[in-house]
């Protein structure tokens, strides 16, 4: 045996176990007397005629016996049943020849390891003709598992465990072994497509990572100016940004190896700025969707409404409050009553490439304008900055304006 860990029953009802006998003449003509012959199904077995006649081993021939009934006896063999008593009647003349299986379990399942979603297969072997099989997990019945083998298909975690069978034979049963099964997580991966660079002031992003397993996907944020919640990404400024996709498995299936996304939050072009304010059949109308235009009848273009932080859809040609405002046109004023000061909102360049800021001066309003240095800048937010700039020169009559240029 494989294994020695079996349970029988031998003694639960009174069948026959298979013993069969057959008869024939005795060879030589008449001869005085019965002869018996018993053959056993194993050869550590012995055989007597009652409880008291003499052992003997399988295949010995006894002649010259009186004829009439008889009741044979069989040792028992470990790891089988043992054969029950049999009952026989020999008659004069005749080779009375008796078979006597020993019934038991000779292989035992074995133990299976399989990876998830594999098929597992238990089987055992026997002596002699069995009546019946039903194969157990953990102790409990499988319906249906009722014949030499089992296979399980498709096995995950929850099909691990400890499988026997019990065999039955018309004189007992056998409960094999256990053989235990292991099942092994496999192995899934990540997609995660990739994002295109996105405009900064983008809609939130819905991150869309599968894992093959078809289990759900976590994400972290690794780095950049966004937050996460759940699966939703807000951009809160420009820059790269970098998003990392993880599945953790479980008992079918081993973590998946992390996946790292980057793309990059660009920062507003005047371009973008007006596909956000306006709709594509007002980006149609060059007097309503260009930079040029002047849809509020303000006097302030659109370029400049984007340059200043002012409301394109609202005349708004106010200038900017000094020290606090966070929108309105160049404010300029007496510094010490000899120089000009000019102060204005700036998007900064991080967040608003695509155009430039440049503060000039002049003695008179036709020029020539020259840009002064020693600028002076606060930061607003993540988006703007006030700018303030001090004429270098001193002089009775001096003007400034603000250029902003589109790039290229």
Known sequence: FNRGEISGNGGDNNGTGGITHTSSPLSGGTAAGASLKVTLGNSSGKWRIGTTGTLQSSNVKLNSLTPGARTLNFTAVAGFLQPPAYSVTLTSGQLTTITVPYNGITGQPPNRTVSAFANATFSVTVAGTPSGYQWRRNSVNIAGATASSYTRTNVTASAEGSYTCVVTWDNGTQTSAAGTLTVLPVAQTITFSVIADQPYGAPPLTLAATASSGLPVAYTLIGGPATLIGNVLTLTGPGAITVRASQSGNADYNAAADVDLTFSALGLTPATWLTQTFTPAEQANPA?????????????????????????????????????????????????????????????????????YAAEFASTPSGPWSAASGEIIATISTDFERVTVLDPAPAPNRFTRVRVTLAP
């Open 288 to 356: 309503i969707g260009t930079l040029l235009a002047d849809p509020d009848g303000d006097g302030v273009s659109n370029l400049l409404e984007f340059a200043f932080n002012l409301a394109p859809r609202v005349p708004s040609p106010a200038p900017l409050q000094p020290g606090v405002g966070t929108s309105g046109l160049p404010y300029a004023s007496r510094n010490n009553g000899d120089f000009l000061t000019i102060e204005y909102i700036r998007r900064r360049a991080t967040t608003a490439p695509g155009i430039t």
